[in-house]
């Protein structure tokens, strides 16, 4: 039995369609493979449920023309960009660069973490909690799901300020996770003692390798919370369950570099 994380202006219908974190975004018209991404985790706020992505997906100023805002999933369309928060020049830790896709009517999301190219997951797939970004460490074990690598994983490296190729600066966390052009709002993942765990969206890499938005400062800045399955594995539980949310850092502290490198959006 699944969890479902239905929004309450959409209830879900045996036909809808159900989003999993992983699944690929074509944007515009279905199987668009000049345009795509990929969809992040479901979250919530006081006006429903979303699915958060990486905003430059949409742009960099704002959100495209309406045609251009549909969304495409695996089989089906399945939302509508309806905010990008990726505008302006950013620097230090105030940059940012995401965006919410709300689910058409009828429509469902799980908060299971999906390889979009092969459908496996790790362990059981469900999230049951995150990571905040005083509880990441240098070499910490981080995996990620994207529509053209898939599941990757690697280490965090640093904080780490980049420059692309248009002048804009940003302010991400990077690690040595592979990743390729179309991986851009997959989910940024960890298994370990505390189950799968949500750690942040991808957003750009620097020589093939991916940076990201911590998942805390994805919930911050759209004022929403993660939902979750319950810890305990053997029932359904409701979307009210409370995320697990680890804080203390265990291993040494994820370096700083100020210095601009040169980075691509995914």
Known sequence: MALLLA?????AVAA????KPGHPMFLGKKNNLNDYCTGGYAV????????ATAGHCFGIAGLPPAAQRIVYGTDARFGYAIRNDNVGDYWG??????ALVQLDSGNDAQQIVVDPLTGRSPGNGRVT???????LSQGFVIGKMGRTTGWTEGTVTSWQVLTYDDGMRDYLLCSTVPAAGGDSGGPVWRQDANGVMAIG?????TNGRMCFNPIENVLSRFGAWLPVFAASSATTSTSAAQPRVVSERRGPAVPVNLTPVMAERL
């Open 7 to 11: 929004s309450t202006a959409a209830p």
């Open 44 to 51: 919530r706020g006081t006006s429903g449920m979303f699915i």
């Open 129 to 135: 909690g995150y990571y905040r970004n005083s509880a």
């Open 201 to 205: 969206i991808v957003v750009a890499s």
């Open 93 to 98: 830790d105030n940059s940012f660069d995401g």
């Open 16 to 19: 809808g369609y159900m989003f």
